[in-house]
């Protein structure tokens, strides 16, 4: 799941938006064309927003939310993302803010007991807030 994201600062300016409808003029770090084309929940999200309201445009999840934190602005990131940083608030998300996320390696690099330990570990996390292993 993707979820809405802003900074505690701009938290205390601003508050916190809870829905699309919130959002409709406020400022927004967004993805570059090229990833929103491959990440169907980003495009949903992204036709929602008004040009007018991006502020910059990244080409990476960890760009977005650095973004976030210093532009005083919102954006989407992934749960995994955006739990990993202490200065981000979850907003809100929607049902259609998902993405598949697959871990892959060959059968060469999985030969390595290092990297088979870390895949059966990814395997065996506990996930939480509506994240599966499939």
């Not at 570059?32 to 949903?44: D, F, H, N, P, T």
């Not at 992204?46 to 910059?56: E, F, K, V, Y």
């Not at 981000?88 to 803010?97: A, M």
């Not at 007991?113 to 499939?134: H, S, T």
């Amino acid at each position: 799941p993707w979820t809405v994201y802003c900074s505690k600062t701009y938290l205390r300016q601003h508050g916190k938006p809870r829905s699309m409808a919130e959002i409709a003029a406020l400022p927004f770090a967004s993805y570059s064309e090229r990833m929103v084309a491959r990440i169907e929940g980003l495009q949903c999200f992204a036709s929602a927003l008004n040009p007018c309201q991006i502020r910059q445009t990244c080409n990476s999840t960890s760009s977005v939310a650095s973004a976030i934190e210093n532009n005083h602005c919102l954006g989407i990131l992934p749960v995994v993302s955006g739990e990993s940083r202490p200065e981000l608030v979850p907003c809100f998300s929607e049902p259609v803010f998902c993405a598949t996320l697959w871990l892959v390696t060959s059968r060469d690099a999985y030969q390595n007991p290092l990297i088979r330990d870390f895949m059966k570990f990814a395997g065996d996390f506990p996930l939480k807030d509506g994240l599966a292993l499939i």
